[in-house]
């Protein structure tokens, strides 16, 4: 860590702890020692994605049988002045009349995004998953210009979705989003969760006009 100053957020518990060979894995990307189905291993690997976009550092101590104590850094903002987020242009973003379908999980993510979108003047439909997201693919390959997925869904995740598309009808634009980094690091599109209404009217903008 370089020195400065630092706001520490810390959580401890008195939990189970964990074992060194666990220790060595817990932001890894699915890993988990729970059973099938009861974590998904993504908690750990969030954070840490999270911590880092904010040029902070995480560092824990666990010993088994007493519990654990995550310390996360994050840089001290002093002046005021670069505290107040500079204000995108969201009047500048340009809406259209495209057909749009989205796909995501969770509900409230689907809701709030149809809602931005409509609002920007395009045509909405939604899947609440891979496979139903296929079925109106198959159904509307002519009328649809472009799909916005999550990337991180049970059964089908959003870039197999992708494929699937492309083989249906290659014209289809795609966006991927997601809450989790890594994921998408070799993607030239994507955006990442959480994002604000018009972030989201200007990527879909942008791919719409892209090639
Ligand atoms: N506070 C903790 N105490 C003990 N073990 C922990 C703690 N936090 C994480 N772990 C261990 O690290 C593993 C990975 O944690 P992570 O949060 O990434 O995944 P998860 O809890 O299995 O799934 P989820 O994505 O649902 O949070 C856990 O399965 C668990 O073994
Ligand atoms: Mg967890």
Same mark, same amino acid.
């Given at each position: 860590?370089?020195?400065?100053?630092?706001?520490?957020?810390?959580?401890?518990?008195?939990?189970?702890?964990?074992?060194?060979?666990?220790?060595?894995?817990?932001?890894?990307?699915?890993?988990?020692?729970?059973?099938?189905?009861?974590?998904?291993?993504?908690?750990?690997?969030?954070?840490y994605?999270?911590v880092?976009?904010?040029?902070?550092f995480i560092q824990?101590?666990?010993?088994?049988?007493?519990?654990?104590?995550f310390?996360i850094?994050?840089?001290?903002?002093?002046?005021? *002045?670069? =505290? %107040?987020? /500079?204000? @995108?242009? +969201?009047?500048?973003?340009?809406?259209?009349?495209?057909?749009?379908?989205?796909?995501?999980?969770?509900?409230?993510?689907?809701?709030?995004?149809?809602?931005?979108?409509?609002?920007?003047?395009?045509?909405?439909?939604?899947?609440?998953?891979?496979?139903?997201?296929?079925?109106?693919?198959?159904?509307?390959?002519?009328?649809?210009?472009?799909?916005?997925?999550?990337?991180?869904?049970?059964?089908?995740?959003?870039?197999?979705?992708?494929?699937?598309?492309?083989?249906?009808?290659?014209?289809?634009?795609?966006?991927?989003? *997601?809450? =989790? %980094?890594? /994921?998408? @690091?070799? +993607?030239?599109?994507?955006?990442?969760?959480?994002?604000?209404?018009?972030?989201?009217?200007?990527?879909?903008?942008?791919?719409?006009?892209?090639?």
């Amino acid at each position: 860590m370089p020195p400065g100053d630092y706001v520490l957020l810390l959580i401890s518990d008195t939990g189970i702890g964990m074992s060194e060979e666990v220790q060595k894995h817990i932001f890894e990307p699915f890993f988990t020692t729970k059973e099938l189905g009861q974590g998904t291993g993504l908690g750990l690997a969030t954070v840490y994605g999270l911590v880092q976009q904010h040029d902070g550092f995480i560092q824990f101590n666990s010993q088994l049988g007493e519990g654990t104590i995550f310390r996360i850094y994050f840089p001290a903002v002093i002046e005021k *002045s670069s =505290f %107040s987020r /500079k204000k @995108e242009p +969201e009047l500048m973003v340009r809406g259209g009349k495209e057909t749009i379908l989205l796909v995501d999980d969770q509900i409230d993510i689907l809701s709030t995004s149809k809602e931005t979108l409509e609002s920007y003047g395009y045509k909405v439909l939604i899947a609440g998953n891979g496979i139903q997201a296929l079925e109106i693919i198959e159904k509307y390959k002519d009328l649809i210009d472009l799909v916005v997925s999550d990337v991180v869904m049970p059964d089908m995740d959003g870039i197999e979705l992708r494929m699937l598309c492309q083989r249906i009808n290659p014209s289809i634009k795609f966006l991927l989003m *997601s809450a =989790f %980094s890594p /994921k998408l @690091e070799n +993607e030239k599109d994507y955006l990442l969760k959480p994002f604000l209404g018009h972030q989201l009217a200007r990527k879909v903008r942008e791919i719409l006009d892209s090639g």
